[in-house]
């Protein structure tokens, strides 16, 4: 007797335990609705949504809302320009949070007059730079962290003394008889052009450890937060401050440097002037009888070895809802000409409250001083 056999059944059993799969993957597939709001509340417009695993994504619509389709537990990150990155597991009914992040990169974002946009938003031209970033070496004014380093931006020393002040011009000149300074804005206070009494540069009131970034605001556009004043560009001095929740933190910044004459100009020494003035005026002449006898290198009496220092100790950190920056500074440099010196001592405290669960906000600075003993 032949015995038979059919691959018939077999195939069946494929075919139902893949179409058993099939529903089963399926069925872990859900519709995700959900809600993105802020720390206050508000709804966030435009947030991204995307499921880690399969790949799904959408953004929020003008309430926050949004819809996706995902499996049943997948990770879910939602992230916004500004607010830190939340990772959560899918569910049918969701409600998320975003918390602010307070470290906000200048690459991405840029504090202007009237808040904070992003870079790609902005009409105007607009450069942010992080002076920590550079290496500045040893610097007495603000003006001169930006030399040399932003586009359009042209800083000249106006005699090269020790705090001395310097032209700045964005983009060129606009006038030919009115002002074409920028309009300088430190911590939302504009400085005024009359500059300050007793000191030739208002900048060098301004401890440089003590500036977090500068941004430039470059063309006409800066006229519609600052009118007339901001015509000829706008310069934003952001100082830092403490971080919410910071632990205490100590820290030292100091240089010394030394500074020397490059080379000397090229004249007579006093024997070779005198054979100078005896062979053009005659030996028995009156200009050669009021020669004397002296030979003094003036230059050398004039210029010196100069040696500089500086030095910043800093106090930050987060004290419950008071974040707090406490900065004490000393730069003392002097000049290879032996008159010119340039000494001032900063302090600084600033205090950035908050009350009512973050919904009302405090930048306090209590304490800002400069004592500059010798203008040069």
Not at 87 to 102: F, G, P, R, Y
């Amino acid at each position: 007797m032949k015995q038979v056999k059919s691959k018939l059944p077999l195939r069946m059993w494929a075919v139902l335990c893949g179409l058993i799969l099939s529903v089963s993957a399926f069925a872990q597939q859900i519709t995700v609705n959900g809600h993105v709001k802020d720390a206050t509340g508000e709804a966030v417009i435009g947030a991204t949504v995307k499921a880690l695993s399969s790949g799904g994504g959408t953004i929020t619509d003008f309430d926050g809302n949004f819809t996706l389709k995902a499996n049943a537990g997948e990770q879910l990150e939602i992230s916004f320009i500004g607010y830190q990155t939340a990772t959560v597991a899918a569910q049918n009914s969701m409600d998320i949070l975003l918390k602010e992040d307070v470290a906000q990169a200048l690459s991405e974002v840029v504090v202007i007059g009237y808040g904070v946009a992003k870079k790609n938003d902005l009409t105007g031209s607009v450069t942010a730079i992080k002076p920590d970033e550079k290496n500045h070496g040893l610097i007495t004014s603000a003006q001169d962290m930006i030399s040399g380093k932003i586009a359009g931006v042209n800083v000249t020393s106006d005699g090269g003394t020790p705090g001395g002040s310097s032209t700045i011009r964005i983009r060129g000149g606009s006038s030919l008889n009115a002002s074409n300074d920028p309009l300088i804005v430190i911590d939302g206070l504009a400085l005024d052009r009359q500059g300050v009494k007793g000191s030739p540069n208002a900048l060098s009131m301004v401890n440089p450890n003590d500036i977090e970034s500068f941004t430039v605001l470059k063309d006409a556009s800066a006229t519609a937060i600052y009118g007339s004043r901001g015509s000829n560009g706008v310069i934003i001095i952001t100082t830092k401050k403490g971080r919410k929740g910071m632990a205490p933190k100590v820290s030292y910044n100091g240089n010394v440097s030394y500074s020397v004459k490059k080379k000397t100009i090229d004249v007579l020494n006093a024997d070779e002037y005198r054979s100078f003035i005896k062979s053009y005026y005659g030996e028995g002449s009156d200009a050669a009888a009021l020669l004397g006898n002296a030979d003094t290198n003036w230059q050398n009496e004039l210029f010196h070895g100069a040696v500089s220092t500086d030095h910043n100790v800093t106090v930050q950190g987060g004290l419950a809802n008071m974040p707090y920056r406490l900065s004490v500074g000393y730069t003392d440099q002097n000049g290879i000409l032996k008159t010119s010196n340039f000494q001032r001592t900063t302090a600084s405290l600033t205090l950035n409250p908050s009350f009512l669960n973050d919904h009302l906000k405090f930048k306090l600075l209590v304490m800002q001083l400069a004592w500059i003993p010798h203008s040069p």
